[in-house]
């Protein structure tokens, strides 16, 4: 058991959720680092945090099989301590597709790995957090939350849908003294492991040359990290429920 | 086969389908009825409709079980006529449950009759509709599209997510010449099938004598099928994709 | 004084404000027609409504004006007859325009011409509609109510505050008997005396060819007129506080 | 001159405006406090600051005069420093009045204290900051911002502007590097000089009683001073451009 505070990341790739780990990890928390695949990245993000001083874990997880979620959290409030910080960060973007090219199977499972997903974690989670005074449940997001647009079917639907199960969370929890907060990022991300393996090596280094490497028009990661962590140590009297992320050089979802 | 435009309801009780139903049968279009079960409440629609000059058929049927949606919309288009519109009437409100009382069960059900239906119609349908040029489909739907709240976990995510399903699929087939139209009801509606039974005869006839029965505090199907009506006969350069709906005497939900 | 019912238009040139006069004035009401200049334009609109068997009078007046806009309604009420539905058609789009562009005095009058003109109707008209039990305040919108854009400044400051103001008075006023419905209109319109001043001859032909003569990828001023008459003769069980309009071939200002 | 970049606040009272004043100051930044009225409230603050080794400078001005703003910005930035945060912190809360208690009078002065004169700082302001490659602008917000409510006919349509100005501003100048946040708090707040003056004192004592001295329900603006302090430093590949805040115990506005 440790004797820090736990932050539990799902979805621990080398974006979003490996950074918010390495953040929380050099406050003070320890981290457990949860991924579908790819134990070499896995142990590089914990050897990372282990050299700068912090202490994390990881586990190789498909969080859409039976049972993964609710035995991960009690296997980590048994063994690695009180989950203070759920960083919530699956998503479900398969890139643009018709109607046509959007499958049943495909649209069914954007809704396992974010919305049911989500409200599994919620289900087991907010009790325990619930019995120890309260807790923290960021939701890592994106655009297709707030709006449909083409060839966004069933990612969409599926995290539109979780944005507002946040909503109804909240209505529930708050009082009780669990944060949610959902976070979207409205703009690309410097994230080779979602978007890189989205649109392929050639295309993903194209934005990178185009839009990164000083130029800042990516989400970095390591920027963003920023922001996770103090949403989740605003004081109770002054909680925020839901932040857009871009670049300064992108237009909102709103615009065009 | 019918020589008449078809206009099939999904949902077709004695509320808002129903009326829609018979607004359309009178109108012209030869309706088709689908509801789950009560054969007594189908048979007397369709023979109010036949009293009233106008033509329905009507099936029962369970909308979640697998190539329910599929065949039925093979057996109208073969055997009654080519669909112009359709109405997509099904709901999942299960009543106000806390995060403890809403099983996966019901959050499963809660997708699978509001979001995955509605996708399921339009893989379908939309093709179809598509090769003739246009259609129409026409969704009821609610304030927890717009907002999630207490108690409406499985409702809110399910038609959250719906809504935003209604705005990609406009985004790709608008152009296509289908009108997709999200049509949200923000109040109770004087429906025996749907609100009655979730709040029992006692119940439900206490918000009757409080705010219906000439005081119009609740929402009158066969007034409102009048705005379903006029949506779905848009002329193509003027289509709404939204419309909230409320009787004059309802506070919005965005008030309070 | 008329016998019937009046339909009083701010804003009736030769678009939506013009043919929502003939709508209203086909199906029996009597309609006054307001506009700022124009004294031709406007006989041509009574002597078309006249033609077709309907009444109207007319009104050339500046609504920024110290007590136009109350004179105006104490003059019809007395002179014409108790007006039933008033069309605030009225906007103040310059075009895009930088902030450094945008100045002091266009900021102040597009406040002046929309939000502040519009609270002075509702000052001035809703006891009146009250008193007899109720009435219709129909808003024409732009996509700038709903979300800031650049060279927007003005516009969006101007129309946004005034579908806050909407609400508003809909929040107040909807419970006795005064139906406000905020209209947006999400794509151009064929009208000449607007969108066709602000582009110059040639620019607005142009946008014709290309969208109009029936590719119907304009909004059609007469179609829309429909969806008008139809919100402002709603049950009172079944009311709509917000209506978007654009052509099936426009994407929504959600998309891009 | 101050060595220090500066931070602007237009409303520094003891509320929100004072806080973030005090933690900019904190913080390395020379703060320049701008409030109307209460000379001795501005020494106070003043002297807070420089207790607690910070720098501070103050002024009284009402903003609505012309070329209140203006010349205030030249002022600054010729005697004080380069402006590289500034906070409009001016509201325009009148309490809740029905339509027949607002006067033309209040409603064009909250047009004028906020949507006005936030476009007055942005016309003076934005083209400096652009010359230096960039600047933060935050704006203080209220619930009504988002939706219109009975009594708010003013303070929304006036707010309810200057958030889409606020979208306007950040679609032309986000680019340029000024960030622009619109940082809208949901609840009632801490504010002696607002929130006190408005309810009396002995109904906003009452309101500490219930809701604060421990309990955190209302929003403590030393608080929120933290989260406005992160937004103002948010790297330009991850910024945000709208916040909500409220207590833990407090319901969002689109709940009830």
């Known amino acids: 058991m440790s004797e820090k505070p736990v932050c539990l990341i799902l979805g621990a790739g080398a974006g979003i959720g490996g950074h918010v ?54 296997d980590v409030e048994n063994n690695e301590g009180p989950i203070e910080v759920v960083l919530f960060n699956l998503g479900a973007q398969f890139g643009d597709r018709t109607l046509e090219d959007t499958s049943y199977k495909i649209f069914e499972l954007g809704w396992r790995m974010t919305s049911f997903a989500l409200f599994r974690v919620a289900k087991t989670l907010a009790p325990i957090m619930q019995a120890r005074g309260g807790g923290k449940i960021l939701v890592t997001s994106a655009t297709s939350a707030m709006r449909g647009n083409a060839g966004q079917h069933a990612h969409a639907a599926a995290i539109g849908g979780r944005r507002m199960l946040c909503q109804s969370l909240n209505a529930e929890l708050s009082i009780k003294g669990i944060h949610i907060c959902h976070i979207y990022i409205d703009a690309p991300i410097e994230a080779p492991d979602t978007l890189g393996r989205l649109l392929g090596d050639e295309l993903y280094q194209k934005l990178l040359d185009e839009k990164a490497n000083g130029k800042d028009g990516m989400v970095i990661p390591e920027k963003v990290a920023e922001t996770y ?21 992108e237009q909102p979802w709103w615009n065009n």
């Open 229 to 249: 962590y103090h949403i989740a140590h605003q004081h109770r009297s002054a909680w925020t429920s839901e932040v857009d992320i871009r670049p300064f050089s």
């Open 21 to 74: 780990g390495k953040k929380f990890a050099n406050e003070g928390y320890h981290t457990v680092l949860v991924r579908r695949s790819d134990e070499g990245g896995l142990n590089r993000l914990i050897a990372d945090i282990e050299a700068a001083g912090g202490t994390a874990s990881g586990r190789l997880l498909n969080a859409i099989e039976d049972n993964a979620i609710e035995d991960l959290i009690a």
